[in-house]
């Protein structure tokens, strides 16, 4: 029970921090501060790369080499 009044209070805090962030957003357009507004978009729309997953052999172990995985995409995309 516990559990579930934290995951809602964790939700309905992140749409206020959102909410809060829009606002600021707006209140910057309006005033031409767009260093401001492009700032809260780019915390609004972060991306966060994935890190590469490892690659495994024909026989199922894990090249750690990068030359190794240059080689094992080589050879799958001539099969």
């Not at 029970?1 to 939700?11: G, Q, W």
């Not at 780019?42 to 991306?47: E, G, T, W």
């Not at 994935?50 to 026989?59: A, W």
């Amino acid at each position: 029970m516990l559990d579930k009044e934290v995951k809602s209070r964790t939700r309905k805090d992140k749409q206020n921090f959102i909410h809060n962030l829009a606002t600021d957003a707006e209140t910057a357009a309006k005033t031409g501060n767009n260093k401001t507004v492009f700032h809260i978009m780019k915390q609004l729309c972060k991306h966060t790369p994935t890190p590469n997953k490892p690659i495994k052999d024909n026989q199922g172990r894990i090249l750690l080499s990068e030359e190794q995985q240059k080689q094992r995409w080589a050879e799958h995309f001539k099969e």
